[in-house]
């Protein structure tokens, strides 16, 4: 059967349709849109943190999801949004220099993806359990939790203080409203918050007047307006994402290359190769069916999207949960809907005047957002630990993943002669790969009886058991 020929169907009330079934053309581009809503928030909200082009980023977002669905044979439904898995290392190479430009992001982001690339190419023909055994999940949960942490000093020292009281209204508004909110509105919550918050920043523009904050462009504190259409009256309807970027790069680059900026990207892969693992299990289980077999080819797919978006000055991509949430809700699960989303998508990237509208959102705004995002990024990290049964009465993981994330989150660097420096999230996650590893197994009897008293004080022995998290006994 042809790739691109779906089985119609016109399933019972509650019934799955399959990734390689449809619904009718008419109900599978509805799907195909809210997909797109459902996607679009978090898709051109971290260009933005990153100091990237949001438009560009949608409009990738579109060709990335076709590149990946033809990799995977349609096999597996996904779309392929901004990943956050980045942004802490975009902020850190930002601070390195004047020198270290958005070119450098974008290459360092492209060399990730095609680490990401190899590494789904030796999954697929070493098999899944290779991940497990490289990267348990005691391992990954706290490379997660030191991306996610690591961005703190972001919120408090670049959005917030643009208008800290928008910023407050802001994040109450979007805890609300993903979490008390029905359904599908609940999993659009950046979304709504963005315009609840833009909304409100142009109010008090009209009520309360200008604000006097500093900007990203600082240093010194600036009377500004809260929202400022200018460049939306000048863009165009319809074109090609052009312009320049805050440090002068234009929109579309080609991207350069730094030893630094690589390493300090290179952590963010883990996270990748956990989101797409979970992706597919997710997926797999909903559906009943055996995706293993192309878990190899979703992790390759993500790591070429990655590099081809990088490549023209795009943002890095990764599955998106938020549109897992709407296959379950739906139970809607084919690949058909994933192409209409992502033609919509390429459209909507070719509107310049949008993309003015995304540039044109308030700091403020910004900083509600991503005060909740950053944080629910860390979480993650602690739910991987959660779901995995991690226990930290066993020494392996409290000692061998203590001093990862200390070093990650608080930007403990070495210097390496006069020239390089290693620190924050590439020396995070190094220091909690050999530390966990070099002391797996290795635990003598009636070791780490201070940890074990600490979580499971009726425990009266045992060894090191269960390296990558297993409860210990009681």
């Known amino acids: 059967m042809s790739m691109f020929k779906w089985d119609v169907v016109d399933p019972a009330p509650g019934e799955a349709v399959l990734p390689q079934q449809r619904l009718p053309w ?3 581009i509805g799907l195909g849109a809210q997909h797109v809503v459902a996607m679009f928030g978090a898709t051109f909200v971290f260009p933005l943190v990153m100091g990237l082009d949001p438009n560009l980023a949608i409009m990738f977002s579109g060709l990335c ?5 033809l ?3 349609n096999r597996v439904p996904s779309y392929l949004g901004t990943s956050a898995s980045f942004v802490a290392s975009v902020a850190a190479i930002r601070a390195l220099d004047e020198g270290n430009d958005s070119s450098y992001v974008t290459g360092a982001i492209l060399v990730g993806g095609l680490t990401l690339a190899a590494v789904g190419v030796l999954i697929h023909f070493a098999g899944a359990e290779l991940i497990h055994r490289i990267l348990p999940p005691a391992v990954t949960g706290a490379v997660v939790m030191l991306i996610g942490f690591n961005l703190a000093p972001v919120v ?6 643009q208008d800290q009281w928008i910023a407050l209204l802001t994040a109450a508004f979007m805890v609300f409203a993903a979490v008390a909110l029905p359904g599908f509105w609940s999993r659009i919550a950046v979304f709504l918050a963005l315009i609840f918050g833009y909304i409100l920043s142009f109010v008090a523009d009209k009520v309360l007047g200008p604000i006097t ?11 500004h307006d809260r929202v400022s259409w200018a460049g939306v009256q000048a863009a165009d309807w319809i074109g090609l994402p052009s312009g320049t970027l805050a440090d002068g790069v234009s929109v579309v680059h080609g991207p ?3 030893l630094t900026a690589i390493l300090l990207v290179l952590p963010g892969v883990i996270a990748l190769v956990a989101e797409n693992t979970g992706h597919v299990k997710a997926v ?3 559906t009943g069916q055996n995706l293993d077999p192309y878990m190899g080819r979703a992790i390759g797919a993500d790591g070429v999207a990655t590099a081809f978006a990088s490549a023209f000055g795009g943002s890095p991509t990764t599955t998106y949960a938020e549109n897992i949430g709407v296959m379950g809700a739906t139970r809607v699960y084919s690949t058909a809907a994933y192409y209409v989303a992502a033609a919509v998508a390429i459209l909507l990237g070719l509107c310049p005047k949008f993309g003015a509208i995304v540039n044109a959102t308030p700091g403020g705004v910004l900083g509600g957002i991503t005060v909740v995002l950053y944080g629910m990024i860390g979480l993650v990290g602690a739910k991987i630990w959660v779901e995995n049964g991690i226990d930290f009465g066993n020494p392996v993981n409290m000692v061998g993943l203590s001093a990862g994330l ?3 989150i608080g930007g403990v660097t070495l210097t390496f002669g006069d020239d390089f420096e290693l620190g924050g999230i590439a020396l995070g996650t190094i220091l909690v790969i050999l530390f966990f590893h070099m002391v797996k197994g290795r635990g003598s009897e009636g070791a780490g009886s201070v940890t074990r008293n600490l979580s499971h004080p009726d425990y009266d022995g045992g060894v090191d058991d269960a390296a990558s998290g297993g409860p210990a006994p009681r």
């Open 26 to 28: 008419g109900k599978t």
């Open 65 to 69: 999801t076709i590149l990946f669905l």
């Open 71 to 73: 990799i995977v044979q």
């Open 156 to 161: 408090a020292g670049i959005y917030w203080p």
């Open 213 to 223: 904050s500093v900007l990203p462009t600082g240093p010194d504190a600036v009377e």
């Open 256 to 258: 350069s290359f730094s």
């Open 284 to 286: 797999a289980e909903m």
């Open 406 to 408: 200390i070093a990650g």
